[in-house]
C-alpha cells in the first residue's frame, strides 16, 4: 500500500509500505478521508520521538478485513479511528481517566496512523458511524470531541457567557459547541481575519482581532467582571495570561493548547487567579467513561441532526500524495489553511 511517511524532521516521505493484516481483535480500516491536525504539523516541523512513522488520527473509512476474535458483522461498518489506545487496566483506566493511562499508546504518534490506504486498528478503537454521513465529515469528529471534553472540563451549562482564544479548528468547533449547548454570547478572539469571518458562520456574536482593538477592554465592555468561561486554544504564551483579565471571578479557564516549553508565566498570574478565585483546568484530549465517552457519541448526534457543521471548516482537498509538498508548504507558512482533507484513493 501507500503511505505519508514521517522518517525524519521535515522530512515527510510518499511511498510503499507494507500492508497490515489484523491480527486477534483487530480490524483492518480502508481509509477514505484524513484530516491533517495541527499536532501532526508540529510532529513535521519539530520532530518527533520516532521513527519512520504514518502519521494521521483525524480519520475515516470502511472495515475491510477482520482478525481472529472479532465479529465479521464489522466488515462494510463505516468507522472513525478512535486514536487513544488505553491499558484499561491501570487506576487512571479504571477511574475513566484514560488520557492519564500509566502506559497509552496512540494512533498517529505512537504507533501507525492513518496517513496510508490502510490502517490496523484494536477493535475497542473502532468508531462505527452511520453510513449516510460523509467520510470527510467523520475524519473531522476527533477535534470536535476535543472541544466538547473542554465544555464539559468547564462546567458549561446553558445561557452562560464564553471567550474563546484561537478560531483555528478546535476554536471553531468550540464556538460550534457552544452554541448547540446555548450560549447567551460567544466572543471569538483570533489574528485571523478569515478566520473570525469562519466563526461568526458557525455561531460567534461578537469576533475580536487583538491587533485591531484591546480585546480584554471589549471584552469587559461586553461582559463587565468578564466572562462565565474563558477557552484557550491558541498555545500561546501571551494570550495565557489574558485569560484571566476576561473571565469573571469564580469563572473557570480551560487550556488546550499546547504552550512552548521554554517560556513561563510571570507568578502575578497565579496570584490574580487566586484573588479572583477563577478555576484554571487543563483539557488533555477528549475521553470519558464509558470508552471513548460522550463527547465522541454527542458529536456523532450533532452530526446527524445537522446542527454540527463541518462543511464549512474544509478549506482544502487534496490526494494523499500530496501530502509532503503540502506539509512543506505549511512548515514554510506558505499555505494558510482550515482543515485539510486528504484522500488516498485520489491520484496526484
Keep these: 500500500m501507500k503511505a505519508a511517511v514521517l522518517e525524519n524532521k521535515g522530512a515527510l516521505v510518499y511511498k510503499d509500505v507494507p500492508t497490515p493484516e489484523p491480527g486477534p481483535g483487530h480490524v483492518r480500516l480502508k481509509v477514505k478521508a484524513i484530516s491533517i491536525c495541527g499536532s501532526d504539523i508540529k510532529r513535521f516541523v519539530d520532530g518527533h520521538r520516532m521513527y519512520p512513522l504514518i502519521l494521521g488520527h483525524e480519520t475515516s473509512g470502511v472495515i475491510d478485513s477482520v482478525g481472529s476474535g472479532v465479529a465479521e458483522s464489522y466488515i ?106 446555548g450560549a447567551e454570547k460567544i466572543i471569538v478572539s483570533d489574528l485571523l481575519e478569515d478566520n473570525l469571518k469562519i466563526a461568526v458562520k458557525v455561531g460567534a456574536h461578537v469576533t475580536l482581532n487583538p491587533s485591531k482593538v484591546d480585546v480584554i477592554k471589549e471584552v469587559q465592555k461586553l461582559f463587565g467582571d468578564g466572562a462565565d468561561l474563558t477557552l484557550e486554544a491558541t498555545g500561546v504564551p501571551q494570550v495565557l495570561e489574558q485569560t484571566l483579565s476576561v473571565t469573571r471571578p469564580r469563572g473557570k479557564i480551560v487550556l488546550a493548547g499546547n504552550q512552548p516549553l521554554d517560556k513561563s508565566l510571570p507568578l502575578t498570574f497565579i496570584e490574580n487567579m487566586m484573588r479572583r478565585e477563577i478555576s484554571l483546568v487543563g483539557c488533555f484530549m477528549s475521553y470519558s467513561a464509558p470508552f471513548p465517552g460522550r463527547e465522541w457519541t454527542e458529536t456523532i448526534e450533532a452530526l446527524s441532526n445537522g446542527s454540527l457543521d463541518m462543511e464549512t471548516l474544509i478549506s482544502h482537498r487534496f490526494p494523499l500524495s500530496k501530502a509532503p509538498e503540502i506539509f512543506e508548504k505549511i512548515g514554510a507558512h506558505q499555505l494558510a489553511h482550515q482543515k485539510i482533507l486528504l484522500n488516498p484513493e485520489e491520484v496526484g
Design 76 to 181: 462494510g461498518k463505516h468507522a472513525a479511528i478512535i486514536p487513544l489506545v488505553p491499558c484499561f487496566e491501570c487506576e487512571q483506566c479504571q477511574q475513566g481517566f484514560y488520557s492519564a493511562c500509566h502506559s497509552y499508546s496512540f494512533i498517529g504518534s505512537r504507533q501507525s496512523g492513518g496517513f496510508a490506504d490502510y490502517v490496523d486498528l484494536p477493535e475497542q478503537n473502532v468508531f462505527v458511524l452511520p453510513d449516510e454521513l460523509p467520510f470527510e465529515h467523520t475524519a473531522l469528529i476527533e477535534p470536535s470531541t476535543v472541544a466538547r471534553h473542554m465544555l464539559a472540563l468547564g462546567d458549561f451549562k446553558s445561557g452562560q457567557t464564553a471567550v474563546v482564544f484561537g478560531a483555528g479548528s478546535i476554536g471553531l468547533m468550540l464556538v460550534q459547541w457552544l452554541r448547540i449547548l
